[in-house]
């Protein structure tokens, strides 16, 4: 597994985000009219169009395993020369499959030996929270979810469910491979509430389940937007499913119920959108709108991301275990 401190991850963001802050991909202010860098960088599609800007050069120094690692997107306040002091630092890991890829009967499958690695590079870079938005198992069976609880319980060091002790903080939530929940799933019963919201610093972070048609608690999700706006605090979005266009057509929205999550994130202070599914990593600003939404690849196959959350930059390194 690559190494990526806390220490080197920090210095990363320091070197590069001062000089990003004002370049072409630069996101204004939400208050302002908003568009990503010039439009030969942008290309529509899907509802409101989902912008995928090209990226910015990878330094050789960011090369730790040029195989599995690649750049995302450094996307910034435009005008706001921002900092690398006391970032927000969150993981974010999606797509374990926890019954997935099985050595052999009885014996922990490679999906669980690829999260415990994720696990531990959570630990390395000093992050204050996990992300995980959906798929956690492959077939929504106890053994599935027994797997992840005893992981997280031998590598230590995070605050999960039912006691919430020291520790990592971790928000997590239910997919398709959950069976969505809370009607079907047993995911509540070994990993917590379908929906959840905790505030680091200056950030808001919202979390939910629920099948896109017909559960998703949508009145919820904008009552937390709004706390985050009277508490002055940015949003970061946590769901399974992609943004409209994304996934396979077989699992796209339609452009209706795609608005549905769309537009209050683009009436609130939302800065990103954390999410999974698609088993690939990929990073887009939507525009207009000027969030960040991002798919971390799947962890049963390797992949998980870091950011950093400043005041005005968010970057992603994409990492591998």
């Known amino acids: 597994m690559a190494q990526l401190s806390r220490r080197r991850f920090l210095a990363l963001i320091a070197a590069q985000c001062s000089a990003a802050c004002l370049g072409p991909l630069a996101l204004r202010a939400k208050a302002e009219p908003r568009r990503i860098g010039p439009p030969e960088l942008v290309r529509e599609k899907g509802i409101g169009g989902t912008g995928l800007p090209s990226l910015p050069p990878w330094p050789p120094e960011m090369n730790l395993d040029i195989e599995r690692q690649r750049p995302v997107a450094l996307l910034s306040g435009q005008g706001v020369r921002s900092t690398a002091e006391s970032p927000i630092i969150a993981m974010h890991i999606t797509d374990t499959h926890s019954g997935k890829v099985l050595e052999a009967p009885g014996e922990p499958s490679l999906a669980i030996a690829r999260f415990r ?24 069976q106890h053994v599935e979810y027994q797997a992840i609880v005893d992981t997280f319980d031998s590598v230590r060091g995070f605050s999960t469910y039912p006691n919430y002790g020291n520790g990592i903080p971790v928000m997590i939530t239910a997919g398709n491979h959950d069976a969505y929940g809370p009607d079907d799933s047993i995911f509540d019963q070994y990993l917590g509430p379908f929906e959840s919201t905790r505030t ?49 057509a077989t699992w796209d929205m339609p452009d209706y119920l795609w608005a549905l999550f769309n537009e209050p994130m683009q009436a609130y202070d939302v800065r990103a959108y954390v999410t999974g599914h698609c088993h690939y990593t990929r990073t887009g600003a939507i525009s207009p709108g000027g969030y960040v939404a ?28």
């Open 117 to 140: 690695d994720g696990l531990e590079q959570t630990k390395q870079v000093g992050a204050q929270i996990l992300v995980m938005p959906g798929d956690i198992t492959e077939t929504n």
């Open 200 to 248: 680091i610093g200056d950030w808001r972070f919202v979390s939910w389940s629920g099948q896109p048609y017909h559960t998703v608690p949508h009145e919820w999700i904008e009552a937390q937007y709004q706390l985050a706006c009277d508490e002055g605090k940015h949003v970061v979005a946590s769901y399974h499913f992609p943004p409209k266009g994304w996934p396979s």
């Open 294 to 321: 991002h798919d971390a690849g799947a962890m049963f196959s390797g992949y998980n991301s870091v950011f950093a959350l400043t005041r005005g930059a968010t970057m992603c390194i994409p990492t591998s275990a």
